[in-house]
């Protein structure tokens, strides 16, 4: 992950193109916070009959894009060529699915023999069956003689791996314009996808994020781009049998399927043997073809070579550690779980410096061939096993409706016990094995047993836009023991997503001890990590639950706002709570924060009207008072914040989510330039190091000046405490645990202190940061816990960096300066590529106890 911004511009891109996205209620004033969850798009619905050929908009030409000096299309040409090959062919259609951050049109191109109304509905009555009676489907002779079996190729996710664009367009004419006897039974019998540009940003401007920061092939179950919804939403609607991500450079053509560890909850005997089938023949294939300039692997020395030996790179036989399918954030594995069999390809000839170099038009050149050859041989594999391989996506979904065990692979299994294709079995032993154990279901309680309705709400909305199936409860029910009130959800582990729901509920698991190297992170629990309480019922072969259960499409309402009462009072316990804060202090309304977190506004006509929109807005239930709290206990009046950062994309994103308008990124250089200031900021998030070499004196002396002020700080890591150190705030020792280490830890908030009320007992870090050796003043705020905090991930052991040296240790921290500066310090990882949602509360209570106090509610 990119933790800087990607070129100029990014703060504006933020604040307007991803709010633009939301819908605040019209009366009131300021912008909204970003939404949490982003359903599922309209635009990415289908046609009704092919063709579909809407003229696509172009734009401008652009002579700075930095497609031109790599030699391959610009993006302003993408969208003419299709428009070109849709007016002479009718096997071509087209559409716009979606925007880029920068607002670029992202393009869906499908390949398939023309379709009447009544043809395109009938292979769409085919896909359901497919995933939502796969029983029936299975034994349906039409639907397997005639279902068109998808095939999807995406090209560019990172913007500066080009070459997959070019590839595609070229197929795509190919497909468009060849004699249609050469490709006639293709087209008659599949439907092929192309998303010609995942990142048109990153490609126009050379760099591998989006135009936000962010790595959209690490956000598949966040969803903080635009570009990974594009691919979640495509998902479920093209349900692929087979799933192409076209990537680069890693100096030898490099296929997937990966190496161990591999993810928990797929149906891998059904998913290996034709993943590494298919990375076989492509190796043929690509190495048969001899392109010149091309290169290949050694396997004796594993060193890349131009002697043709023979073989590519493929991470399951020759990367055993470090290349994994472990989280489902990277598009291969994420789309897996619709039932495909799915590689990352990485092509083989990477960038030269400078970009004018005439070797980068030659390793383009190189890699669209090899690429072409890919492509080719994928769609010739998908055809040659078209009825295995949707035989075995149907059986994936059969699995999951049914509830059973997942098949586990016994280490070193005989290839001739296995069905063809069976090479896979040759290299599978006991590093390979992981399982997971399905819970009969996952109940996301409502009333008091909830920690937060809203997060809680967040959450159910976030596992619908991924295609998990939820229910709610129209009366109390009990399992397991325990009675659960009416309104609570319930995800039904007997569904054909059943995998997607597990990888995105289950705790995780603690790897350390089985692996020595992972590619990413390690653990990533939406149960654990925003914010709601969540509970395991039972075993996938118990009955199902005794509770009246109803399919919903989105969460219900939770907002609410009681008729009486001079004040009106809310609980801030999930992180809507810290977005409706943030609206009514926007729209003038005066809001004060007493000691327990939770804040009171005045219910008069001005009050009431804000109270009832943010309630529509986000969720929030407020309770009426008298305000009698405001005389009897200390409050104190929440100001309009403007907040600095030093960071990146996830930074800006995070504050913007929670309601924070127009964050101002800072930085030493450009506060030292005077491009920035911190003359109107009321606190200063430490998301990245903010530190002042000798000749950036300039820059320190705008800090000191802030802080001279009582400026507030709050921030996370290493970065916040190297500050605090070197700024006389709060002296501290910070120990990180060792690099790579990340996963979930159990945390333990101390009563009664700022994070004490409507606490989290789970947080995310990459890696642990723990706080010793405090200086006078120094406020413990929460710790690991005890014994061993760690709960799932990956955490290489280091004399003085293991868990056993975290657990106990402080892990948030606070002080108060004499100059008044407030000092809050977190080490965990609180905003990581804004996935950690229910520590986002956390965020926010910081920032308003260290920044400056706003108008207070008078007591009455």
């Not at 769409?124 to 002779?141: C, G, S, V, Y």
Request: proline share 6%; net charge negative.
């Amino acid at each position: 992950m990119q933790r800087t911004l990607a070129g100029a511009g990014v703060t504006a891109v933020l604040a307007t193109t991803l709010v633009a996205g939301s819908t605040p209620a019209a009366a009131l004033e300021g912008d909204a916070a970003v939404p949490i969850v982003t359903p599922v798009s309209p635009m990415v619905a289908p046609p009704t009959s092919y063709p579909f050929q809407p003229e696509l908009a172009t734009v401008a030409d652009d002579p700075t894009d930095a497609s031109i000096a790599r030699g391959v299309i610009p993006y302003d040409e993408i969208a003419p060529r299709l428009n070109e090959l849709t007016a002479g062919s009718d096997r071509i259609s087209v559409q716009v699915v979606g925007q880029s951050a920068l607002g670029r049109d992202i393009h869906l191109v499908t390949l398939t023999a023309p379709e009447n109304p009544g043809e395109t509905r009938r292979q769409a009555l085919f896909r359901d069956m497919i995933k939502h009676k796969p029983e029936t489907a299975a034994k349906n002779a039409s639907l397997m003689k005639n279902y068109k079996v998808p095939i999807w190729f995406n090209a560019n996710i990172h913007g500066n791996e080009w070459e997959g664009t070019d590839a595609v367009l070229d197929y795509i004419e190919h497909l468009a314009t060849a004699p249609y006897d050469e490709v006639a039974d293709l087209l008659e019998h599949n439907r092929l996808y192309f998303t010609v540009t995942n990142n048109p940003d990153g490609r126009a401007l050379g760099q591998r994020a989006t135009a936000t920061g962010f790595d959209a092939n690490r956000d598949m179950i966040t969803g903080a781009t635009n570009e990974a919804r594009i691919i979640r939403d495509l998902s479920g609607v093209i349900q692929p049998t087979f799933y192409i991500d076209l990537h680069g450079y890693t100096s030898v053509l490099q296929v997937e399927p990966c190496g161990p560890p591999h993810g928990e909850n797929y149906e891998y005997d059904l998913f290996l043997p034709h993943a590494y089938a298919a990375a076989l023949e492509i190796e043929e294939a690509v190495t048969a073809a001899d392109i010149p300039g091309n290169t290949y692997l050694d396997l004796e020395t594993n060193r890349v070579t131009t002697e043709n030996t023979g073989n590519i790179r493929i991470p399951y036989r020759d990367i055993r550690a470090g290349w994994d399918d472990w989280p489902p954030i990277f598009t291969p594995q994420y789309v897996a779980y619709q039932g495909a069999v799915t590689n990352t390809v990485e092509l083989p000839l990477g960038r030269v410096n400078p970009p004018s170099d005439p070797r980068n038009a030659a390793n383009s050149a190189v890699n669209i061939e090899v690429a072409g050859v890919v492509i080719e041989t994928s769609v010739d594999y998908v055809v040659e096993n078209a009825d295995s391989l949707l035989e075995n996506q149907i059986e994936i979904f059969r699995r999951g409706d049914a509830g059973e065990p997942l098949v586990e692979i016994p280490a070193d299994v005989d290839p001739a016990d296995v069905p063809a294709p069976n090479q896979w079995a040759e290299i599978w032993d006991e590093t390979d094995v992981y399982t997971a154990e399905f819970p009969r279901a996952y109940v996301i309680p409502a009333g008091e047993a909830q920690r937060s309705a809203t997060d809680a709400a967040n959450l159910v909305d976030q596992l619908i836009a991924n295609g998990v199936e939820v229910q709610r409860a129209s009366s109390a029910f009990t399992a397991d023991g325990t009675t659960y009130a009416a309104g609570s959800y319930v995800v039904d582990m007997h569904q054909p997503l059943r995998g997607m729901a597990n990888v995105l509920l289950a705790d995780g698991s603690d790897i350390s001890e089985r692996v020595p190297d992972m590619y990413d992170i390690s653990a990533w629990s939406l149960a654990l990590l925003w914010g709601a309480d969540v509970d395991a019922i039972g075993s996938t072969g118990d009955p199902a639950l005794t509770a009246k259960l109803k399919a919903v499409a989105e969460a219900a309402p939770t907002g609410s706002v009681p008729a009486g009462g001079s004040h009106l009072e809310l609980a801030t316990t999930g992180v809507a709570e810290y977005q409706a804060v943030n609206a009514l202090i926007e729209s003038g309304v005066p809001v004060s924060a007493f000691a327990d977190g939770s804040v009171v506004i005045e219910a008069d006509a001005a009050g009431r009207s804000a109270a009832e929109e943010v309630a529509e807005l986000y969720g929030v239930a407020f309770t009426a008072s008298d305000g009698s709290r405001l005389a009897s206990e200390e409050s104190t009046g929440l100001g309009d914040l403007a907040v600095a950062y030093s960071g990146g994309g996830e930074e800006l994103l995070t504050l913007q989510k929670l309601g924070f308008d127009d964050p101002v990124q800072v930085s030493s250089a450009s506060l030292t330039s005077g491009a920035a200031n911190l003359d109107d900021v009321d606190v200063l998030w430490i998301g990245a190091n903010l530190n002042f070499s000798s000749s950036q004196a300039a820059g320190r002396a705008e800090v000191e000046e802030y802080l001279a002020d009582g400026g507030g700080v709050v921030g996370e890591g290493t970065a916040i405490a190297a500050f605090a150190n070197a700024f006389g705030l709060l002296s501290s020792t910070a120990t990180a645990g060792t690099s790579g280490s990340n996963g979930i830890v159990s945390v333990d908030p101390v009563a009664g202190g700022l994070l004490g009320t409507y606490p989290a007992d789970t947080a995310f870090v990459y890696p642990a940061v723990w706080y010793t050796n405090l200086g006078a003043g120094a406020v413990v705020e929460q710790t690991y816990a005890a014994g061993d905090p760690f709960i799932a991930g990956h955490w290489r052991d280091s004399a003085g960096r293991s868990t056993t040296d975290a657990a106990g240790q402080a892990s948030a921290v606070s002080t108060e300066t004499e100059a008044g500066n407030r000092v809050l310090m977190f080490g965990t990882s609180m905003n990581f590529r804004t996935h950690p949602v229910g520590q986002f509360g956390q965020i926010a209570r910081g920032l308003f106890w260290a920044g400056s106090e706003g108008e207070a509610v008078p007591a009455p």
